[in-house]
């Protein structure tokens, strides 16, 4: 199976709370990423989190790790049309290559 | 500030023809280079990661294969494209300074899209 899961799709209204979930495997993950990809372009990073945080918030984006679940949760408070995109989850481990392992993708569709 | 561009952008091919993707960063120095696959609805498939020049480590077997010729250019290329090979290819870049903290933030470039027919 694969070491990052996420849903495929989510969609919500414009306005209202997203919220896209994770989960890996490997519990000595020390770094957690969401990155985000728009149509037809590469990702950028929105945000990461290390192992030893619960919590980490920027603006609308909350990211919240739950460590003894191995689950890793992104959410978008007021979420706009320009939101809709592609959202990935990846881990990566400190000490090696620090090559991520991503999950396969959550397409967030915003309806106005 | 450091940029990474990758060309094509967009590619047609008819299988069993060669392929040859390419990718450059700037602004920056020993960077680790890395080429992903995106086919549709599918997640990012990790195919060659570099450290240095000459240097490629292979992630899947296929009939892909990458070169490192200089630091800050990285080469995706197949001698003849299966249909299989149909996908999203992106290009990376990190850096990796041994003893400091790292974050591990990749930066990509903004694809190449490949039909082959």
């Known amino acids: 199976g694969e070491d990052v899961e996420q849903s495929l799709f989510l969609s919500v209204r414009e306005g209202d709370s997203s919220v896209i979930n994770c989960t890996y495997t490997?519990?000595?993950?020390?770094?957690l990423y969401w990155y985000k990809q728009e149509p037809g372009a590469g990702l950028q990073l929105l945000t990461y989190?290390?192992?030893?945080?619960d919590m980490k918030q920027d603006q609308r984006l909350t990211v919240l790790l739950n460590k003894k679940d191995k689950h890793l949760s992104l959410r978008i408070a007021d979420t706009q049309t320009g939101d809709s995109a592609i959202y990935f989850c990846?881990?990566?481990?400190?000490?090696?290559?620090?090559?991520?392992?991503f999950g396969r993708g959550t397409s967030l569709i915003v309806h106005p | 500030s450091q940029t990474i561009h990758q060309w094509p952008a967009t590619l047609v091919q008819p299988v069993g023809s060669p392929l040859s993707l390419e990718c450059t960063v700037e602004?920056?120095?020993?960077?680790?280079l890395y080429w992903y696959r995106q086919a549709a609805g599918r997640g990012l498939q990790l195919l060659f990661y570099?450290?240095?020049?000459?240097?490629i480590s292979s992630e899947v077997p296929q009939n892909l294969s990458a070169s490192r010729p200089q630091d800050r250019q990285f080469i995706l290329s197949s001698k003849k494209l299966l249909l299989s090979d149909s996908g999203f290819y992106l290009c990376?870049?990190?850096?990796?300074?041994?003893?400091?903290?790292?974050?591990?933030?990749?930066?990509f470039g903004e694809g190449s899209r490949l039909t082959v027919l």
């Open positions: 602004g920056t120095s020993n960077p680790n």
């Open positions: 989190i290390f192992s030893n945080m």
């Open positions: 490997d519990s000595s993950s020390t770094y």
């Open positions: 990846a881990e990566s481990i400190r000490g090696g290559s620090y090559i991520p392992t």
């Open positions: 570099s450290v240095g020049i000459g240097q």
């Open positions: 990376a870049w990190t850096y990796f300074n041994p003893g400091r903290a790292n974050t591990g933030e990749l930066f």
